[in-house]
Every structure is written in C-alpha cells, then in structure tokens.
C-alpha cells in the first residue's frame, strides 16, 4: 500500500509527504532522518494519513493536499480525527442468501467513504473478504486480525492495510475489541455469535464504552432481540445493563447510531 500522510512540526507547521512504509518513514522523521523541512522542527506528530493503492495516486493526492490553503488542511485534519476503527464480526462464508452480499458490501462501502476504518477477523474468504475488499475500494484502511493458525492455512487477506498476526483465537478476540470504538455484529454463525456476546457483555458490565449493534438484517437478530427483552422481564437484567446495545435494521440506523451528536 501507499500512504499519503501530514505531520504536525514542534513549530506548528505542516509537512505532507507519502511512502510505501509509512512506519519507517515516521521513525525517520522523529530520528531526524526525514527531510530537511522536519528536521530541524522536531518534534513531529502524524496529525494525518491515508492509504492509496498505486504509487501514482499517492504521489498525486500528496501534491493536491500539498498545495491546500492551510484551512483546509486543518479541516481535513480534523474529519479524520473524528474518524472511528469499526470492529464488525461475520462469517467466513457468503451464505445462501445474496441480500447478505449485497449488505455487507453496502457496509464496507460506507465505512471507507465516511473515512472511518474496518477491524475484522482478516480472512480472504466469504462475507469476511467481501467487507474488506469493499472498504478498500472506498479508499478506507482495513486492519485485520488473524490467528497463527489461519495463517498457516493461508486463509488471510494479503491486500489489507495492516495484518496483525495472533497467537490464538482467544488473543484474537482481545485485539479485536482492544481496537475498536464501535462493534458490528453483521449475521454470522456461532463464532460472530460468541464474538459479540462477549462485547455485550463488556458494555452492559459498563467495562466497555462503546456502541455494541447487531444488524438486524431481514429480522436476523429478532430472537435475540427478543431475548434480551425477556431478560428485562424476568429481572435477570435491565434497561440500564444494556444501555450501549442496539438492533439496527438497516445501514441508515447504524449511520445514525454512530454519527456524532
């Protein structure tokens, strides 16, 4: 991949640059190896960045912020602060159903768009390497998380911005949640089932401070929706417990859900 990426100078200046590896160039610059613009205005901080897939377009969209009146670099500065990393868990598989391709597609693509970024499982296959491939083709970073396992099999995505490598799935599952500010349970199977129930059971704890959703695609969650209601019936849990836990039905709600007051 190629990045694009702006630092902010101890002076309060504004280098854009772009790289092929963008965490060597920054250990460069904060070594005082970069270029002579950073150098002699050290400390650096990465205010900016962003991910293109050729080295023409990097070196083009470096250009174009490069000669941005200052306001506005600061303006984009700012849209990418507010921006997110969105845990979404799904399966391996597409399913039988081809509204679910079509969904997580939809998905991918806002995510890359609105400039937030993916987390995920990291694998290649099914509605997993529909996700990512549908973020990166709107221009958004993906970071996957893969267990040492899988990539023993070679079940990894190798296109993705960022590939951390777990040692088990256990480790996986902390990462995963470590790196989010907001979780997606898009419909799975039984391990996007355990995956989000740990992450429910994190916000209700109030151990965890973030949105926790389950798309409730065609009704997929409506039994457990439905569950969690009798849970409040029965005084085994409340409303207050799972204040943080939504149902949306379509991209439109998990929009609203997630756009800043």
């Known amino acids: 991949m190629n990045y694009v990426y702006i630092l902010r100078c101890a002076d309060g ?7 092929n590896d963008l965490d060597r160039r920054l250990a460069a610059h904060s070594a005082g190896r970069g270029a002579k613009y950073t150098r002699a205005r050290l400390p650096v901080e990465l205010v900016y960045s962003e991910t293109l897939p050729t080295r023409e377009e990097a070196m083009s969209r ?36 081809p509204r679910l391709k079509t969904a997580v597609m939809e998905l991918g693509a806002w995510i890359g768009a609105s400039g937030n970024a993916l987390v995920y499982g990291g694998s290649k296959s099914g509605l997993m390497g529909v996700i990512a491939d ?51 349970a898009f419909p799975g199977g039984t391990g996007t089932l355990e995956e989000i129930a740990e992450v429910m059971s994190k916000v ?13 695609l065609n009704g997929y969650y409506r039994a457990l929706q439905a569950l969690l209601e009798q849970m409040i019936e029965k005084g085994l849990s409340s409303e207050e417990r799972q204040e943080g836990i939504y149902f949306a ?13």
């Open 134 to 184: 549908s973020v990166l083709a709107s221009g958004g970073e993906v970071t996957g998380v893969e267990p040492r396992c899988f990539i023993e099999s070679e079940f990894q995505h190798d296109g993705l911005t960022r590939l951390i490598v777990t040692e088990d799935m256990a480790e996986r599952k902390r990462k995963m949640i470590e790196l989010g500010d907001a979780f997606i």
């Open 13 to 19: 200046t504004l280098y854009t640059g772009w790289t």
């Open 249 to 261: 039905d379509n991209l439109e709600e998990i929009r609203r859900i997630l756009s800043p007051a």
């Open 204 to 216: 209700s704890l109030k151990h965890l401070d973030a949105p926790c959703i389950l798309y409730n």
């Open 62 to 97: 470096e250009w174009h912020i490069k000669h941005l009146p200052r306001e506005e670099k600061l303006a984009l500065i700012k849209r990418k602060e507010n921006h997110m990393n969105i845990t979404v868990y799904l399966g391996a598989n597409e399913g039988n159903d």
